[in-house]
């Protein structure tokens, strides 16, 4: 008689090793290192444009003189660039973010030629930059207009504001010494606005990644209505992140007033396109799939570096709007790749 298992069924024949028993088990296949091309590509493309006009043009680029530029000229973009990052998180555009820049140079300075202490006119900007974010946030939340659409017309409106202050015509009287220093006085080799930038990229992070507020931003932006179930204040933290991002823009123009030492009427549209293609490359970047600070910083010195190096090399003036059109496309389509993937 067959004697039968108690364990029911028998387990499966194994596959017997080559070799016998003395056989050594076989390794596992090596692996390449991950080299975190998802999300530090931005990396290893920057130091490859560093390393290529470093041998291109080196007696030119590869000097203290052009990085402290690099890194002087582009805290303004950044400042904007971050602010913009706050209603991005929360799935709502500011398209009058570049507007409220530029009339908030035209306020601070206007209220300087009228002898106004600077104190005061900072203060007065920064406000003003607020209520304009509330503005916004009114139409947007209150009203139902798309944030797309409202902030578009804002813009437009800002625009007109700022022809209103400047009368059309430089305003170039007025500034004090004290003031001018905030934009232009060297600290460790750098311009002030580079440290004001750090500040604000600082206290950023810190919101975005560290607190409950930083989660809520991106939950209400990942799905507004799952949000809503959740229990959260969609519709004020909406609001709220309007406002923040005016009232950053509105301390990014009263810093570019002090660093330029004047107000031109037609100042703020020329900075809504680098802003956009840094927020939209940077969320490729560190946090690859939605938008950060980290990965804008390092978007905005990519742009940066790579435009630099092609104005030495002897390239148009228009590359800058050409680089940072095809940035912005290639930085929307990744961005959807990683999307989709995810």
Not at 109 to 133: D, E, F, N, R
Request: aromatic share 8%; proline share 5%; net charge positive.
């Amino acid at each position: 008689m067959t004697t039968q298992s108690h364990e029911g069924t028998s387990a499966a024949p194994q596959t017997p090793q080559p070799g016998g028993d003395d056989a050594t088990p076989a390794k596992p296949p090596r692996r390449m290192p991950k080299l975190g091309l998802d999300r530090f590509s931005g990396l290893y493309v920057w130091v490859a444009i560093i390393v290529l006009f470093a041998i291109w043009i080196p007696n030119t680029f590869m000097t203290e003189g052009n990085f402290r530029i690099i890194a002087g000229d582009q805290a303004i973009t950044a400042m904007l660039a971050i602010g913009l990052i706050v209603p991005l998180a929360a799935g709502v555009f500011d398209l009058s973010i570049a507007g409220v820049m530029g009339f908030s140079v035209a306020m601070v300075s206007y209220q300087l030629s009228q002898g106004i202490s600077a104190p005061i006119a900072v203060v007065t900007t920064l406000l003003c930059g607020a209520l304009i974010g509330a503005v916004n946030g009114f139409v947007v939340v209150k009203l139902n207009v798309d944030s797309f659409i409202a902030t578009l017309g804002m813009s437009s409106i800002l625009l007109a504001g700022t022809y209103w202050v400047t009368d059309g015509k430089q305003i170039t009287e007025g500034f004090t010494d004290g003031f001018l220093d905030m934009g232009s006085k060297p600290f460790l080799g750098l311009p002030l606005p580079f440290f004001y930038m750090i500040a604000v990229a600082i206290v950023m992070y810190v919101l975005l990644e560290k607190t409950p507020l930083g989660r809520y931003l991106y939950a209400t932006g990942g799905n507004r209505q799952a949000a809503r179930l959740a229990g959260l204040r969609v519709e004020r933290i909406m609001f709220g992140a309007l406002v923040t991002s005016a009232t950053v823009a509105a301390l990014t123009g009263v810093v570019l007033a002090a660093k330029l030492g004047t107000a031109a009427p037609d100042i703020g549209p020329s900075y809504l396109l680098p802003a956009f293609s840094a927020v939209f490359l940077g969320s490729t970047q560190i946090r690859a799939g939605r938008v950060n600070v980290l990965g804008t910083l390092i978007a905005i010195y990519l742009l940066a570096t790579g435009v630099k190096g092609l104005q030495l090399a002897g390239a148009p003036s228009f590359v800058n709007d050409l680089f940072n059109g095809l940035a912005l496309i290639v930085a929307v389509a990744l961005a959807a790749r990683t999307a989709r993937r995810k």
